[in-house]
């Protein structure tokens, strides 16, 4: 069973999987983020990358953390962070988290380029101090060219970022190649269901995603 999982690096460097092959589709670089977040009572992450790049992570001693997953609030974890998260991942269910928060705090959201502004208009609208920091980027590569060769054998493609969804039906996909998709998240998943092809989402972090992914052969 050949399944593949198009994370980036420096995403969900927590998980360790013996049978999956990682493929990234695109990269992720540092972007410069200066910043002193001394004035701020509560920090969201909005993404594991978000959590990776940051500066100052020894200054959230004093904060009230937030992370939209499970994903992210792992890569918190990992580095002696604690945070909350709420019940459904993703950014509705943040809202309904930290509105116990709204009129109080100071707010820092800690993104990617480009990443949703969801949270930030959410708080904005409810008359909150809020800004915004983006301290990675997401690169694709020139080519893909060579790459989408590894994709030709394989059962199975994992798509933890919508990016690599839309870069793998825009450079990789080929119809005369019989792959299943895995997504992990709803946001994803509409994705892939808007373009027209079967999707399965799974819970990326449970112990047992290699197994449940078998069971769906």
Do not use: C, W
């Amino acid at each position: 069973m050949n399944i593949v999982d198009t994370r980036a690096r420096n995403t969900f460097n927590f998980v360790k999987r013996k049978n999956i092959k990682n493929i990234p589709l695109f990269e992720l670089s540092f972007l410069d983020h200066s910043i002193d977040i001394s004035g701020y009572t509560d920090v969201i992450f909005q993404s594991t990358p978000s959590v990776e790049f940051f500066n100052h992570l020894k200054d959230l001693i004093d904060k009230n953390v937030f992370a939209m997953g499970p994903g992210t609030q792992s890569s918190l974890g990992a580095k002696g962070i604690s945070s909350k998260i709420p019940e459904d991942p993703g950014s509705e269910g943040l809202k309904k988290l930290i509105k116990s928060s709204v009129g109080s705090g100071k707010f820092l959201i800690v993104k990617g380029q480009g990443g949703l502004n969801i949270i930030s208009d959410y708080l904005e609208a409810e008359g909150v101090e809020v800004d915004t920091v983006q301290n990675y980027q997401r690169v694709r590569f020139s080519s893909y060219f060579d790459l989408s060769k590894d994709f030709d054998n394989a059962d199975f493609v994992i798509f933890p970022s919508r990016l690599a969804a839309e870069i793998y039906f825009q450079e990789i996909y080929n119809p005369d190649i019989n792959s299943k998709f895995v997504t992990i998240s709803s946001r994803i998943k509409d994705y892939v269901d808007s373009l027209g092809f079967e999707n399965f989402q799974l819970d990326y972090f449970a112990d047992n995603f290699e197994s449940e992914i078998l069971n769906l052969t």
